[in-house]
């Protein structure tokens, strides 16, 4: 008898092949049998007219402190993600030096828009080096497993310190340091070293993060490091400024150590590369022995505009920044005054010096670019449904029109604002990018952007509209399956995921395809000290289930954590796959 038997389903296998009706069998936390009328199981789940799909494997958020308290892991594991790779972008909190930790909130706040409070309530801070962040890692059981990457951010802080300033130049000294901590890192088991050189990621303070401006001599040293240990992926984010030659170093980083080297392809108004030629330029290391690999989003990166989340269309009102520090009810009651309201719209706005001023002007008037969020808003709105069109319809201004949005529902409205990846008004751009073998789906940032976005639902959104609903060309589900299961496990050297066959891990999805849909997002203030995150959960979820035990039904934990920490590459039980 089996432990765990998942009854007449689709199988979509992860490998990309046609998908087919059978049984899956779990025995432990591997898949031991994949056929047609498998014996009984202690458990069984009827996945009849149901698809059947390995666990999503999610190589780009930013749980690193989540991590350290949260078992649950949502939102990520509320969209079938079964495990999630953190550490990215250069930020997180190992090495860290006790007069550190400040600092490395202050940055992690500013760049992924998690609140500081939530972080320094919740982090034990019980480890100094990366090896000891990875132990406390393992002292929390939780639903998906974990992986990392050794972040320069925090490398460069502890070895630094107070000379961490952008700009800021190691010494040779400096450069080997940094070096052997990385080394150290993936030695305990990292799977990789990010960095992050874009003018958008800075401190809550306004300062560029670490790596900014770090040499081409600096970040070369640093993969040499992982080279000499023989795995990992070097992760980037950047603005990739002509001067800087970034695929350059890139391909000769790859050549060298023979590593992966990954970075965020994006339509990007802090890219001064076109996003057809980065992919280009990618194309051209590849060509000559390189191995780059573009991260593409599945829609437009944006932010999700709110009275109380992290920015509105109206955050630079001197009517608004007179409430903005009042309890929320307080709020509510001036935003539902006739007068205030209409004195806030009449106001000019008031810009704050910024070296992003032109897209602070976009946040507050960009209606012929900022969306309604409908009950059934697909994230692939055309010029027409725009703020801006649907006020001109209503006979109203812009501003009044997005106002009163913003007021319903309690004044829990929402706009949508796509500022990245939407620069044609729709995704046909991704379509051939999702049929490319150097690229990989990524760029959800769960755990991160908090009062802003919740990428995190790409997995559903993936399956609901690429799939499913997309009025325009669409992805097949065993390509797409193959791209957010297969592909991203991979490009990690995670070879025990990712596929539905024996000797795998029994990480599945038991999905119904007619019923997958997006819910509507909210604010919730659950995180510690009582910090706030936009969550946003699925219908269609029948059962998650990771290495063997059923962790989700319905969308509801069910209880069991058996998610742990991933410790460098991992193999297939081959043994058992041969049987």
């Not at 639903?143 to 460069?156: E, F, I, L, Y």
């Amino acid at each position: 008898m089996f432990d765990l038997v998942i009854r007449g389903g689709t199988v979509v296998d992860g490998s990309g092949g046609t998908p087919f009706v059978a049984d899956v069998a779990v025995d432990g936390d591997r898949i031991v049998a994949v056929g047609e009328n498998l014996g009984a199981g202690r458990d069984e789940i009827d996945a009849s007219g149901k698809i059947v799909t390995p666990g999503f494997v999610d190589v780009h958020t930013h749980y690193d402190g989540q991590a350290t308290w949260d078992a649950e892991m949502a939102p990520s594991s509320w969209h079938g993600v079964t495990t999630v790779v953190m550490g990215n972008c250069g930020v997180g909190f190992a090495p860290a030096k006790p007069d550190r930790h400040e600092w490395l909130i202050s940055l992690m706040e500013g760049v992924e828009d998690i609140p500081g409070t939530a972080l320094a309530e919740g982090m034990a801070w019980d480890w100094e080096t990366f090896p000891e962040y990875m132990d406390a890692l393992e002292k929390l059981p939780r639903t998906v497993d974990v992986a990392c990457h050794v972040p320069h951010g925090a490398v460069r802080a502890y070895v630094l310190g107070d000379r961490e300033k952008p700009g800021a130049i190691p010494t040779e000294a400096d450069i080997a340091e940094m070096s052997r901590i990385v080394e150290e890192g993936i030695r305990a088991g990292a799977l990789g070293f990010s960095t992050s050189r874009t003018v958008l990621h800075k401190s809550i303070d306004g300062e560029l993060v670490p790596g900014t401006t770090a040499t081409a001599e600096e970040l070369i040293a640093i993969g040499r490091a992982m080279g000499r240990v023989g795995y990992g992926v070097f992760e980037m984010a950047s603005d990739l400024k002509r001067e800087w030659n970034e695929f350059q170093w890139m391909g000769d980083l790859s050549r060298e150590t023979g590593l992966p080297v990954t970075f965020a392809a994006l339509q990007s108004i802090a890219k001064e590369l076109p996003l057809e030629e980065q992919i280009e330029e990618m194309r051209r290391q590849n060509a000559t022995g390189a191995n780059i690999v573009a991260q593409i989003a599945l829609r437009g990166n944006g932010i999700i505009m709110a009275w109380q989340g992290t920015v509105h269309p109206f955050r630079f009102k001197p009517a608004w920044n007179e409430i903005i520090d009042l309890p929320w009810e307080q709020q509510l009651a001036k935003l539902r005054d006739p007068a205030f309201k209409a004195r806030m719209i009449a106001e000019k706005n008031v810009w704050p010096e910024s070296d992003i001023i032109d897209f602070l002007k976009i946040v507050a008037l960009g209606w012929p670019v900022q969306f309604e969020m409908d009950p059934d808003f697909n994230y692939e709105p055309k010029m027409d449904e725009s703020i801006m069109a649907r006020a001109t319809a209503a006979g109203v201004s812009p501003d009044e029109y997005a106002y009163n949005l913003l007021m319903k529902d309690e004044g829990k409205g929402f706009i949508y604002f796509p500022i990245l990846n939407y620069r044609d008004g729709n995704l046909n751009f991704l379509e051939d990018l999702q049929h490319a073998d150097d690229t990989v789906n990524s760029l959800s940032d769960g755990g991160a952007h908090c009062g802003t976005i919740c990428d995190a639902a790409s997995p559903t959104f993936m399956l609901q509209h690429w799939v499913r609903d997309r009025a325009g060309k669409r992805i097949a589900l065993e390509h797409a399956v193959k791209r957010q299961c297969r592909d991203t496990a991979l490009l990690y050297g995670l070879e025990d995921r990712g596929v539905l066959a024996p000797g795998y891990l029994a990480d599945l999805n038991v999905i119904d395809m007619d019923a997958i849909k997006l819910g509507k997002p909210w604010l919730a203030f659950d995180l510690p000290a009582g910090g706030k995150r936009l969550l946003q959960k699925a219908d269609g979820y029948v059962a998650t289930i990771k290495s063997g035990e059923v962790t989700f039904r319905d969308g509801a934990m069910q209880g069991p954590t058996p998610g742990g920490v991933i410790r460098g590459p991992q193999r297939v039980e081959m043994a058992m796959a041969a049987e």
